[in-house]
């Protein structure tokens, strides 16, 4: 991977270098700092990339073109059931990483490709809506119910975005 590719990957992803750092770099490792330097130094070809970070950048960009297609490919599919386009498909935004990690079992270094998909789908349906996710109120509406991502779609759907 080029250092250039390399960039371009991880705007396409969503992720800042921090993030990326962080998120990507960092993980499963016990030292912490020094890897978001580290990461300006890969994009800047001052060192190899290593294939290790190389592969994961791929994995994320592949999981990204995958979600994105079968979520466009749900959207077609609920336009065609409904003989014409629906006035709203509601997506919901989560502005923070603990936002995202409200819901047990998430992983953090999926938060920024999911904002990716979630902004790739505003591009190609203009009745996509994102709703930003608020934790209080979306606890309020649930009351006992357990938490999934299809009540959180539910709950966005009764939102007004």
């Known amino acids: 991977m080029t250092p250039?590719?390399?960039?371009a990957l991880?705007?396409?992803l969503f992720f800042t270098v921090q993030d990326a750092?962080?998120?990507i770099a960092a993980t499963n490792r016990s030292r912490k700092t020094g890897w978001e330097q580290q990461w300006e130094q890969w994009e800047n070809g001052e060192i190899p990339i290593p294939e290790s970070v190389a592969e994961k950048v791929r994995e994320l960009t592949e999981w990204r073109s995958t979600a994105l297609a079968a979520t466009a490919d749900n959207i077609r599919a609920q336009i065609r059931e409904k003989g014409g386009m629906p006035d709203s498909v509601f997506v919901i935004w989560y502005d923070s990483l603990e936002d995202w990690l409200s819901l047990p079992g998430r992983d953090p270094m999926m938060w920024r490709p999911q904002q990716a998909v979630c902004a790739s789908l505003m591009g190609l349906f203009s009745i996509v809506r994102l709703v930003r996710f608020d934790l209080p109120a979306?606890?309020?509406w649930r009351e006992e119910r357990e938490d999934s991502d299809t009540l959180r779609g539910e709950w966005a759907s009764t939102i007004s975005g």
């Open 4 to 7: 250039i590719t390399l960039q």
């Open 21 to 23: 750092a962080y998120l």
């Open 138 to 140: 979306y606890t309020a």
């Open 10 to 12: 991880r705007r396409l």
